[in-house]
């Protein structure tokens, strides 16, 4: 069975920076697009960045694009969420999510596997 586990959230000041990674197995890493889907309280869930199977291709939210960047190592199947200027509209559960697919997908609808979620608080 596929898992995908989270680290890094945490609490954080507004204007700070957090690192999430991902940890994949029982998957194919190379061959799945991977991306972080946050979800705040009373909201659905939106992606916010994904990376293609190479890593060569990204897409960003509009709300984070110039803030945030994803990364992936594919050696040690592992993808990462680099997090800068954090503001408090960015507190949310941050999941990691895989598809197997050969474009990039952007609706958290697309995704098939995902992990338990880390939770990121961004204070005023």
């Known amino acids: 069975q596929v898992q995908l586990v989270e680290s890094g959230g945490g609490l954080v000041q507004a204007g700070g920076s957090l690192r999430l990674s991902c940890a994949a197995s029982r998957l194919t890493f190379s061959r799945y697009v991977m991306g972080w889907v946050r979800q705040a309280p009373g909201k659905e869930r939106d992606v916010v960045s994904a990376?293609?199977?190479?890593?060569?291709?990204?897409w960003y939210a509009d709300s984070v694009k110039g803030r945030f960047t994803i990364s992936r190592d594919n050696a040690k199947n592992t993808v990462y969420l680099q997090m800068n200027s954090l503001n408090p509209e960015d507190t949310a559960l941050y999941y990691c999510a895989g598809v197997n697919s050969p474009v990039v997908r952007t609706r958290a609808d697309d995704y098939d596997y995902w992990g338990q979620g880390t939770q990121v608080t961004v204070s005023s």
């Open positions: 990376i293609s199977w190479s890593g060569g291709r990204t």
